[in-house]
């Protein structure tokens, strides 16, 4: 069997050095517990801030202990009841190829309802927080201008097409020529801007949003935050879903503040998470189900194989290398 432990806190932008793979016993489960295979990992950008020794929403990882992340795995021997060999599992699981678990924390996926993987993406965390995220801040009417970043991601395309579905025009920020591209071609997007091909992002938003930004889903932070609260219209809303931009910085990043324009377009700013909002995972997954079997949502994923490369597929959501949900193949 093999773990991936945290070996050092990453200074800036992590990398390989910081993960350590080892070999570890296994052991039995005892009466009450499970085996577990675990089958795909889901690298999330949130992990960055977990490997920072600071108090946050979530506590930090130890050095020298496994990291932990959304898994689904295979139960391959059983002493719970609530469980059967062969039933497959998502949890917040440890990085390791096989683990012993309580089942206390575990969820049973049907993979006659979707693929496994799509549990850790479009039907897991990431589509839960697009749909969640537009639900309670968003507010979407149709017609209105819908500005999302990190736009060919697993929430920002998620983001987008519920944009569609709501009769918005839709405006995706991403990475690449080919990703602006895609978002355009394959989930519908009205347009796109490549930032990193911009110089002027504020003009570049301006253009691309003609009638002004009504809502903007913000999952990238710093100075595209910047140029998109230049372009808001009156009553907008921004939702600060997440701000990778920066979470390798190692000072406090500054930029123009944002409350003359706030005020001045009577703007509604709110941070989310999506674990405050888990009473309505339920409703939201049937909601995201139900699209997807009328064809009306697609969803991408880039699936790195090999338990070994966790961390390079953790590492490369920072380079910008996926479409849609990172994940790996165990
Ligand atoms: P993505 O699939 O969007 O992957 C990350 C993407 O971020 C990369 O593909 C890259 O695309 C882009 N990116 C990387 N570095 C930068 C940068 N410096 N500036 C701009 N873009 C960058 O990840 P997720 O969909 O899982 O997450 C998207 C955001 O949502 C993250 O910020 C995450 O933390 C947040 N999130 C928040 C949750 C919540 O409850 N608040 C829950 C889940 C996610 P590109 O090529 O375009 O640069």
């Not at 093999?2 to 005892?30: V, Y």
């Not at 674990?275 to 139900?290: M, N, S, T, V, W």
């Not at 920072?318 to 849609?324: A, P, Q």
């Amino acid at each position: 069997n093999d773990q991936i432990i945290l070996k050092n806190r990453p200074k800036g932008k992590p990398s390989e050095d910081n993960f350590e793979l080892q070999e570890i016993e296994t052991g039995k489960p005892k009466a009450g517990e499970v085996l577990l295979e675990s089958k795909y990992i889901s690298v999330d950008p949130y992990l960055r801030g977990r490997m920072r020794d600071e108090e946050s929403y979530i506590e930090p990882f130890k050095v020298e202990e496994p990291i932990e992340s959304m898994i689904v795995a295979e139960v391959t021997d059983s002493r719970n009841p609530n469980f059967s060999k062969g039933d497959h599992v998502i949890g917040m699981l440890d990085w390791k190829k096989l683990q012993i678990n309580s089942g206390e924390n575990l969820r049973k996926v049907d993979k006659s309802l979707a693929p496994l993987s799509a549990y850790l993406g479009v039907l897991g965390l990431t589509g839960l927080t697009a749909f969640l995220a537009l639900d309670k801040i968003g507010d979407l009417k149709s017609g209105e201008t819908l500005l999302v970043s990190g736009a060919a991601g697993a929430v920002g395309s998620i983001v987008g097409q519920i944009g569609k579905i709501k009769k918005c025009r839709v405006v995706g920020i991403a990475g690449s020529d080919e990703k602006i591209e895609h978002i355009r071609n394959r989930f519908g997007f009205d347009a796109g801007i490549n930032y990193k091909d911009t110089k002027d992002m504020t003009k570049a938003i301006a253009e691309a949003c003609p009638d002004g930004v009504d809502v903007y889903f913000d999952n990238v932070g710093g100075e595209i935050l910047d140029a998109a609260l230049q372009n808001i219209n009156k009553a907008a809303r921004i939702i600060n879903c997440g701000a990778i931009s920066i979470y390798n910085s190692t000072e406090v990043p500054m930029g123009p503040r944002p409350e003359g324009i706030l005020i001045k377009k009577s703007a509604l700013m709110q941070g989310f998470l999506v674990r405050d909002h888990i009473k309505d995972y339920e409703r939201a997954i049937q909601e995201l189900a139900g699209w997807l079997k009328e064809g009306k949502l697609t969803y991408d994923e880039t699936i790195i194989e090999g338990f070994d490369k966790t961390p390079k597929a953790f590492i490369q959501l920072f380079e910008g290398r996926n479409i849609g949900k990172m994940l790996v193949k165990v």
